[in-house]
Nanobody
Framework: QVQVVESGGGLVQAGGSLRLSCTVSGLTFDDYPMGWFRQSPGKEREGVSCISWSGGTTYYADSVKGRFTISQDNAKNTLYLQMNSLKPEDTAMYYC???????????????????WGQGTQVTVSS
């Protein structure tokens, strides 16, 4: 059974930084593309960033380019999202996801994502 657990969210002032973590179990972590998504109240979930299984290819939404960095530590089965220069519009529930190439229903960065965590809340105050 695949388990995805996010952590690291919180309340931060505009201009501040947070690092989100996502620990995955139940799959061979370094065989799967991974991604970060977010959803604000009343809005659809959107892709923020994703990384290939090798870590060699990354993809970012235009709204976070130059501010967010995705990375992974395969030894720890952990995905990270370093978020700098945070803005109030970054406020959202952030979700981590692993590729599910068979049943995944969310396409982003050329991958189908289907294994989801419960999310971690990020709130940026102005």
């Amino acid at each position: 059974q695949v388990q995805v657990v996010e952590s690291g969210g919180g309340l931060v002032q505009a201009g501040g930084s947070l690092r989100l973590s996502c620990t995955v179990s139940g799959l061979t972590f370094d065989d799967y593309p991974m991604g970060w998504f977010r959803q604000s109240p009343g809005k659809e979930r959107e892709g923020v960033s994703c990384i290939s299984w090798s870590g060699g290819t990354t993809y970012y939404a235009d709204s976070v380019k130059g501010r967010f960095t995705i990375s992974q530590d395969n030894a720890k089965n952990t995905l990270y999202l370093q978020m700098n220069s945070l803005k109030p519009e970054d406020t959202a529930m952030y979700y981590c996801a692993a590729e599910d190439s068979v049943y995944g229903r969310t396409w982003y960065g050329g991958c189908r994502f289907g294994f989801w965590g419960q999310g971690t809340q990020v709130t940026v105050s102005s």
